[in-house]
Protein backbone atom coordinates (compact mmCIF):
# COMPACT_ATOMS: atom_id res chain seq x y z
CA UNK A 1 0.00 0.00 0.00
CA UNK A 2 1.38 3.23 -1.31
CA UNK A 3 0.69 6.40 1.05
CA UNK A 4 -1.31 8.98 -0.52
CA UNK A 5 -0.02 12.54 -0.07
CA UNK A 6 -2.18 14.32 3.15
CA UNK A 7 -4.36 16.56 2.36
CA UNK A 8 -4.19 20.34 2.40
CA UNK A 9 -5.06 21.82 4.88
CA UNK A 10 -8.05 24.00 4.52
CA UNK A 11 -7.33 27.44 4.10
CA UNK A 12 -7.32 29.03 7.62
CA UNK A 13 -9.85 32.24 7.04
CA UNK A 14 -9.12 35.38 8.52
CA UNK A 15 -12.08 37.12 10.86
CA UNK A 16 -12.18 41.10 9.32
CA UNK A 17 -11.93 42.77 12.92
CA UNK A 18 -13.76 45.83 12.91
CA UNK A 19 -11.02 48.98 13.31
CA UNK A 20 -11.10 50.87 16.27
CA UNK A 21 -12.01 53.89 16.41
CA UNK A 22 -8.92 55.84 18.30
CA UNK A 23 -8.56 55.33 22.34
CA UNK A 24 -8.86 58.62 23.93
CA UNK A 25 -5.46 58.51 26.37
CA UNK A 26 -6.63 57.77 29.66
CA UNK A 27 -7.05 61.12 32.19
CA UNK A 28 -3.81 60.82 34.40
CA UNK A 29 -5.39 59.81 37.85
CA UNK A 30 -6.16 62.72 40.04
CA UNK A 31 -4.50 62.31 43.83
CA UNK A 32 -6.50 62.48 46.62
CA UNK A 33 -7.38 65.89 47.98
CA UNK A 34 -4.87 67.17 50.49
CA UNK A 35 -6.39 67.41 53.71
CA UNK A 36 -6.60 71.03 54.43
CA UNK A 37 -3.61 72.81 55.92
CA UNK A 38 -3.18 74.60 58.97
CA UNK A 39 -2.84 78.15 58.79
CA UNK A 40 0.37 79.18 60.64
CA UNK A 41 -0.03 82.46 62.06
CA UNK A 42 3.08 85.13 61.22
CA UNK A 43 1.44 87.80 63.97
CA UNK A 44 0.67 87.05 67.35
CA UNK A 45 -2.03 88.79 69.25
CA UNK A 46 -3.11 87.75 72.96
CA UNK A 47 0.15 89.58 74.41
CA UNK A 48 -1.20 92.95 73.26
CA UNK A 49 -4.72 92.16 73.92
CA UNK A 50 -3.58 91.72 77.54
CA UNK A 51 -1.90 94.35 77.08
CA UNK A 52 -4.46 96.66 76.90
CA UNK A 53 -5.87 98.79 79.88
CA UNK A 54 -9.81 97.76 79.08
CA UNK A 55 -8.31 93.92 79.87
CA UNK A 56 -6.81 94.61 83.27
CA UNK A 57 -9.45 91.88 84.62
CA UNK A 58 -8.29 89.40 82.17
CA UNK A 59 -4.89 90.21 82.68
CA UNK A 60 -5.18 89.62 86.62
CA UNK A 61 -7.82 86.87 86.11
CA UNK A 62 -5.14 84.83 84.06
CA UNK A 63 -2.15 85.46 86.68
CA UNK A 64 -4.09 83.57 89.31
CA UNK A 65 -4.12 80.26 87.36
CA UNK A 66 -1.72 78.05 87.07
CA UNK A 67 -1.06 75.09 84.51
CA UNK A 68 -3.06 74.11 81.97
CA UNK A 69 -5.91 76.13 83.05
CA UNK A 70 -3.83 79.11 82.12
CA UNK A 71 -2.33 77.81 78.73
CA UNK A 72 -6.05 76.85 77.89
CA UNK A 73 -6.94 80.69 78.74
CA UNK A 74 -4.29 82.24 77.10
CA UNK A 75 -4.48 80.18 73.69
CA UNK A 76 -8.50 80.61 73.86
CA UNK A 77 -8.12 84.36 73.56
CA UNK A 78 -5.04 83.93 70.53
CA UNK A 79 -7.43 81.76 68.97
CA UNK A 80 -10.53 84.10 69.03
CA UNK A 81 -7.95 86.94 67.73
CA UNK A 82 -6.33 84.89 64.96
CA UNK A 83 -9.89 83.87 63.72
CA UNK A 84 -11.41 87.65 63.72
CA UNK A 85 -7.80 88.78 62.07
CA UNK A 86 -8.24 85.90 59.43
CA UNK A 87 -11.95 86.79 57.97
CA UNK A 88 -13.34 89.39 59.40
CA UNK A 89 -16.66 88.55 59.38
CA UNK A 90 -15.53 85.94 61.83
CA UNK A 91 -16.66 87.77 65.13
CA UNK A 92 -15.75 85.33 68.50
CA UNK A 93 -17.35 86.21 71.41
CA UNK A 94 -16.26 82.40 72.86
CA UNK A 95 -14.11 79.61 72.42
CA UNK A 96 -14.61 76.17 74.43
CA UNK A 97 -11.58 74.57 73.33
CA UNK A 98 -13.03 70.78 75.04
CA UNK A 99 -16.28 71.39 73.09
CA UNK A 100 -16.61 68.68 70.97
CA UNK A 101 -13.32 66.36 72.42
CA UNK A 102 -10.11 66.47 75.15
CA UNK A 103 -7.83 68.98 74.23
CA UNK A 104 -3.83 67.63 75.39
CA UNK A 105 -0.68 69.44 76.14
CA UNK A 106 2.47 68.12 74.60
CA UNK A 107 5.42 69.87 76.63
CA UNK A 108 4.61 73.54 75.64
CA UNK A 109 2.20 73.27 73.44
CA UNK A 110 -1.39 72.90 73.57
CA UNK A 111 -3.30 71.00 71.05
CA UNK A 112 -7.48 71.53 71.10
CA UNK A 113 -8.35 69.35 67.61
CA UNK A 114 -12.13 69.32 68.83
CA UNK A 115 -12.50 73.18 69.66
CA UNK A 116 -15.59 75.55 68.84
CA UNK A 117 -16.14 79.35 68.73
CA UNK A 118 -18.68 81.33 68.87
CA UNK A 119 -19.85 83.97 66.38
CA UNK A 120 -22.69 86.00 65.41
CA UNK A 121 -25.05 83.29 67.35
CA UNK A 122 -23.13 80.46 65.41
CA UNK A 123 -21.04 78.12 66.46
CA UNK A 124 -17.96 76.63 64.64
CA UNK A 125 -15.53 73.67 64.38
CA UNK A 126 -11.65 74.96 65.29
CA UNK A 127 -8.82 73.11 65.69
CA UNK A 128 -5.93 74.39 66.87
CA UNK A 129 -1.92 74.18 68.16
CA UNK A 130 -0.55 76.77 70.36
CA UNK A 131 3.01 76.83 71.23
CA UNK A 132 3.68 79.08 74.20
CA UNK A 133 6.95 80.25 76.21
CA UNK A 134 9.11 77.64 78.25
CA UNK A 135 7.46 79.78 81.27
CA UNK A 136 3.92 79.51 79.80
CA UNK A 137 3.20 83.30 79.94
CA UNK A 138 3.35 84.43 75.99
CA UNK A 139 2.01 82.60 73.06
CA UNK A 140 5.32 81.86 70.69
CA UNK A 141 3.61 80.38 67.81
CA UNK A 142 -0.20 79.58 66.97
CA UNK A 143 -1.57 77.47 63.90
CA UNK A 144 -5.55 77.11 62.93
CA UNK A 145 -7.89 75.21 60.63
CA UNK A 146 -11.61 76.35 60.83
CA UNK A 147 -14.23 73.90 60.37
CA UNK A 148 -18.07 73.68 59.26
CA UNK A 149 -20.56 75.14 61.44
CA UNK A 150 -22.13 73.03 64.33
CA UNK A 151 -25.64 72.14 63.74
CA UNK A 152 -27.63 73.85 66.46
CA UNK A 153 -29.24 70.21 67.32
CA UNK A 154 -25.97 69.23 68.60
CA UNK A 155 -25.41 72.71 70.62
CA UNK A 156 -26.85 71.43 73.97
CA UNK A 157 -25.12 67.95 73.87
CA UNK A 158 -21.86 69.62 74.07
CA UNK A 159 -22.88 72.48 76.19
CA UNK A 160 -22.35 75.06 73.78
CA UNK A 161 -24.60 78.07 74.63
CA UNK A 162 -26.40 80.30 72.48
CA UNK A 163 -25.84 82.97 73.98
CA UNK A 164 -23.76 84.67 77.00
Not at 11 to 30: C, D, I, Y
Not at 72 to 93: G, S, T, V, Y
Not at 129 to 145: H, I, N, P, Q
Amino acid sequence: MVASPPEPAPPVQELAVPEKSPTPPEAPAQAPAAAPSMIRATNLFSAKLLADPRNRQAREGLAQLAGSDRMEQLCNAEAMEQIHHWRKDFDPDRLVAYAMGDTRIDGDMFIADRAAFRSKHQWYNVKFRCGLTSDFKTVASFEFEIGDAIPRAEWEGHNLAPVH
